[in-house]
């Protein structure tokens, strides 16, 4: 691919994830640069989108960058590690005006900074002043229960379990008995009409 | 309800008129009379909270036709009777309900569709949605399902009509009594930046102005 060997001039090195995936991983001091070289030289003019993920254990975050070509029959990934504590990005809005509102979205949700941005304001939440709640340190199980505590359960909840048990047995015990019954009825008939054996014999 | 012709009972004077004229039980016939009328004309505001409001359009067009039992949508919380809130709240669209449901005239009912209003359904860890929609607003009628078919919304505004017609105690004025209990729960979700409420008697202003 000729992308590949654009970056190996820059000593960056192109990976196939799939058909139509490729990603370049890039330290945190090289990645603006690299973003616009993408943009200007490489003709990368879509941003699809800017994620992040919460690597908790390792003390980072992975911010991945999706671009395309005017042509759409491939994505390149930009993947970056930035640090947990004091997180913060240089702002893309002024290149790609769609990264206004995933920034916004990303600050919100992950407590990222973005220095110059025009809106970091409320996003999808209002008011909110605990934890950036996507981040893995955030208890959202406690969170959710001093908050919206459990309805109080009927008491006239039953074990489902031991109430299937003693339907299955009613109907066995149902059954055997309508068997005695008819048993029984047979037998009765017999013992009152002797005749019609007689007669079948005959 | 001491005054307005909207309450449980017929106006004060009304009946008073009644009584001195020797019908002592024209009122509670009058009363029956309105109930029943007020039971077959539902004007509903439908709030698409959730998944449930893909339930709503069939339920009102032909195919389900709630038009023939009286229940008709309208465009504003203003002219609204019933409120349909179908599926999961978040704090952000509690906060807009309960200015809606505030807005709309007495009498005044909410109907809830699916699971998540009554338990969280299958949004109840999320850090952003309720669990009990019924600590902050008086419900009258819960269809459960996930979501619920037009049938079974059609079966929630005929057990509303009923309740309607037997007079029995509705949400609104639940609200009225325990008002106090459900602001307060209101602002403890809702973190105190809760709109300024509408419970405002605008016509007795000079009695504390509290309806």
Known sequence: ?202 | MESGFYGSSLDGNLKCKFEESGLANTHEIMEKAVRWFRSRSIFVVAYGTGCGAIEMPPTFTSRYDAERMGVVGVATPRQADLIILSGYLAYKTLRRVIRTYEQMQKPRYIMTLGSCPINGGMYWDSYNTIKKLDDYLPIDVSVTGCMPRPEAVIDGFVLLQERIRNGEKAGWEKYDENFEFYKENQKRVLGGHIDPSYETDWYNLKSGGKA
């Open chain 1, 1 to 202: 691919m000729d992308l590949a060997s654009k970056l190996e001039k820059l000593s960056l090195e192109l990976v196939q994830k799939q058909d139509y995936l490729y990603s370049v991983t890039i330290d945190f001091e090289r990645l603006e640069s690299l973003l616009l070289s993408f943009l200007n030289e490489f003709g990368y003019i879509t941003l699809d989108s800017i994620n992040c993920r919460d690597d908790l254990e390792d003390g980072f975050f992975t911010i991945t960058y999706c671009l395309q070509t005017e042509e759409r029959d491939h994505v390149v990934m930009i993947q970056t590690k930035i640090q947990r504590e004091n997180a913060s990005l240089p702002t893309m809005h002024t290149i790609w005006p769609q990264a206004e509102i995933m920034e916004r979205e990303m600050h919100e949700m992950f407590g990222v900074d973005f220095p110059g941005h025009p809106t970091l304001i409320d996003f999808a939440l209002e008011y909110w002043d605990n934890m950036p709640p996507l981040r893995r340190d955030f208890d959202t199980l406690e969170y959710v229960n001093s908050m919206n505590p459990f309805r109080e359960q009927r008491n006239d909840a039953l074990d489902a379990k031991e109430e299937m048990k003693k339907k299955r047995e009613a109907k066995k015990a149902a059954k055997l008995k309508a068997q005695q019954e008819a048993e029984a009825k047979a037998a009765l008939e017999a013992q009152n009409n002797p005749s019609d054996e007689v007669k079948n014999e005959e």
